[in-house]
């Protein structure tokens, strides 16, 4: 049995799946516990072919169904079809959902057969408490006896059936919820009381700055700057921000940075045409430098390729690498990292509504593409209910509307929803409770 390396410092294992960008953003905000060293469950030194291989085909199946949704009946009968296999049901009228679905049957059969179970003997050579960031490798833990705390990471603004183990009366797993609603779902779902932390989605550190927030109170109000360019959110709110982020933040008039919007692909791919929309609608207001867009394709160089090959059929070549912008990278670790380097100076984050929508938190602007399955539904609906961010309207006039939202103030008050209603500290608290330290920071409020 080949061992794993444990980072020298590292007080916890971080484990995340890498299918998908979800599982392993979180993770990456927990890199700290970790010594940075994260471990993927599905792709990890040693991994016996059978458990690769039946990560593998979960991981193609479903890439494979999300980019073939936008194709006409064919493509939503079959996108429809996963979707029911692992939907999230009705929270009202709240009724016991402890009942096994069949997804969760299907993955203990799985383990009954050994899935996981070299993963978590590799692991337990040194017996860190266990962070995962997805409910598979908790349930490996769980039942192949790690020695250690057993925490997971709830990723979504609610979640399925499958993310609470067959027994969760019995089992040691303890959440990490993201918001209120997955608190008050997993007690539907049976899991005992005192193992479910209300915590927080976990953000970069990078992007918050400390348990006072010193470095995201900065960014925040130079996206103020550019998101109310006639003071109209200002002047309405001008005693709120002096006393939330000080009167001397409030004295800028103009930000460090050109007016900022990101569109953000998901992992599988799906969705990347309606940036190429975007891109063509805001031409000329690219074209007069009265915006910059940086046009994110994740870690997949084919769809670089496809950006950077319609920025140039536009006619916008010459602006490509400083107006318009289309990162490549070299691995998974290279695009998180990026990607939270861009996010210090995006204003506006276009993006479905996946786990992204927990950074509106970060006191940035959300416009929402259209869900792609269950979970995302459920996002879209906490992220419309704290104000951070609404639907998109149709992309070919994103010229028009996105400026007049811009214009009345109203992109600027959603980015101070963001900030003052969604979790921000998820980390931190995450970190004191992984490590049993007392926290410094306030109680969350169990926001549905």
Same mark, same amino acid.
């Given at each position: 049995m080949e061992p794993l390396r444990v980072a020298q410092k590292a007080q916890a294992w971080v484990v995340d799946v890498n299918m998908g960008y979800g599982h392993s953003r979180a993770a990456y905000a927990l890199k700290d516990l970790s010594a940075g060293s994260i471990v993927s469950a599905n792709d990890y030194s040693g991994i016996p072919p059978q458990d690769r291989t039946y990560w593998q085909e979960s991981r193609e199946l479903y890439e494979w169904i999300s980019r073939m949704k936008p194709i006409p009946v064919v493509g939503n009968f079959l996108f429809e079809t996963m979707d029911h296999w692992q939907q999230i049901p009705s929270f009202y009228p709240r009724r016991d959902l402890s009942k096994p679905n069949t997804q969760l049957k299907q993955i203990y059969r799985l383990i009954h057969k050994g899935f996981g179970k070299h993963f978590i003997q590799t692991l337990s050579r040194t017996p860190l408490p266990f962070v995962t960031t997805f409910f598979i490798p908790a349930f490996f833990a769980d039942y192949f006896d790690y020695p250690g705390d057993i925490w997971c990471v709830t990723t979504d603004a609610d979640i399925s059936r499958a993310w609470a183990p067959m027994d969760p009366q019995r089992s040691r797993i303890k959440y990490l919820a993201s918001n209120g609603r997955v608190v008050e779902r997993l007690k539907l779902y049976g899991v005992r009381d005192d193992h479910i932390f209300l915590s927080g989605f976990p953000l970069p550190k990078e992007l918050v700055g400390g348990p006072t927030g010193e470095?995201?109170?900065?960014?925040?109000?130079?996206?103020?700057?550019?998101l109310d360019p006639k003071g109209i959110f200002h002047a309405r709110y001008e005693r709120t921000l002096r006393a939330q982020l000080g009167p001397a933040r409030c004295k800028r008039t103009t930000a460090a940075h050109p007016l900022t919007l990101t569109y953000s692909v998901g992992g599988a791919g799906a969705q990347r045409a309606l940036g190429v929309k975007i891109l063509q609608s805001l031409k000329s207001r690219i074209a007069r430098h009265e915006i910059r867009f940086n046009l994110l394709p994740g870690y997949r160089k084919d769809a670089a390729v496809y950006y950077r090959n319609a920025v140039k059929e536009i006619g916008l070549k010459k602006e490509l690498g400083s107006w318009v912008v289309v990162p490549e990278h070299t691995s998974r670790a290279d695009y998180f990292s990026d990607f939270t380097e861009i996010l210090k100076t995006t204003d506006i984050l276009w993006t479905k509504p996946s786990e992204l929508s927990f950074y509106c938190g970060l006191g940035i602007a959300m416009?929402?593409?259209?869900? $792609?399955? #269950?979970?995302?539904?459920?996002?879209?609906? *906490?992220l419309s209910y704290v104000g951070g961010g609404v639907s998109q309207n149709d992309p070919r006039y994103t010229s028009e509307w996105l400026f007049d939202? $811009?214009? #009345?103030?109203?992109?600027?008050?959603?980015? *101070?929803?963001?900030?003052?209603?969604?979790?921000?500290?998820?980390?931190?608290?995450?970190?004191?409770l992984v490590l049993g330290r007392k926290s410094e920071l306030h109680s969350l409020p169990l926001i549905v």
């Amino acid at each position: 049995m080949e061992p794993l390396r444990v980072a020298q410092k590292a007080q916890a294992w971080v484990v995340d799946v890498n299918m998908g960008y979800g599982h392993s953003r979180a993770a990456y905000a927990l890199k700290d516990l970790s010594a940075g060293s994260i471990v993927s469950a599905n792709d990890y030194s040693g991994i016996p072919p059978q458990d690769r291989t039946y990560w593998q085909e979960s991981r193609e199946l479903y890439e494979w169904i999300s980019r073939m949704k936008p194709i006409p009946v064919v493509g939503n009968f079959l996108f429809e079809t996963m979707d029911h296999w692992q939907q999230i049901p009705s929270f009202y009228p709240r009724r016991d959902l402890s009942k096994p679905n069949t997804q969760l049957k299907q993955i203990y059969r799985l383990i009954h057969k050994g899935f996981g179970k070299h993963f978590i003997q590799t692991l337990s050579r040194t017996p860190l408490p266990f962070v995962t960031t997805f409910f598979i490798p908790a349930f490996f833990a769980d039942y192949f006896d790690y020695p250690g705390d057993i925490w997971c990471v709830t990723t979504d603004a609610d979640i399925s059936r499958a993310w609470a183990p067959m027994d969760p009366q019995r089992s040691r797993i303890k959440y990490l919820a993201s918001n209120g609603r997955v608190v008050e779902r997993l007690k539907l779902y049976g899991v005992r009381d005192d193992h479910i932390f209300l915590s927080g989605f976990p953000l970069p550190k990078e992007l918050v700055g400390g348990p006072t927030g010193e470095v995201l109170k900065d960014l925040l109000t130079e996206r103020l700057c550019n998101l109310d360019p006639k003071g109209i959110f200002h002047a309405r709110y001008e005693r709120t921000l002096r006393a939330q982020l000080g009167p001397a933040r409030c004295k800028r008039t103009t930000a460090a940075h050109p007016l900022t919007l990101t569109y953000s692909v998901g992992g599988a791919g799906a969705q990347r045409a309606l940036g190429v929309k975007i891109l063509q609608s805001l031409k000329s207001r690219i074209a007069r430098h009265e915006i910059r867009f940086n046009l994110l394709p994740g870690y997949r160089k084919d769809a670089a390729v496809y950006y950077r090959n319609a920025v140039k059929e536009i006619g916008l070549k010459k602006e490509l690498g400083s107006w318009v912008v289309v990162p490549e990278h070299t691995s998974r670790a290279d695009y998180f990292s990026d990607f939270t380097e861009i996010l210090k100076t995006t204003d506006i984050l276009w993006t479905k509504p996946s786990e992204l929508s927990f950074y509106c938190g970060l006191g940035i602007a959300m416009i929402m593409a259209p869900p $792609i399955g #269950s979970q995302e539904d459920f996002n879209r609906v *906490w992220l419309s209910y704290v104000g951070g961010g609404v639907s998109q309207n149709d992309p070919r006039y994103t010229s028009e509307w996105l400026f007049d939202w $811009i214009d #009345s103030g109203g992109v600027a008050r959603m980015a *101070w929803n963001g900030y003052i209603e969604a979790p921000t500290h998820g980390t931190y608290r995450i970190e004191d409770l992984v490590l049993g330290r007392k926290s410094e920071l306030h109680s969350l409020p169990l926001i549905v």
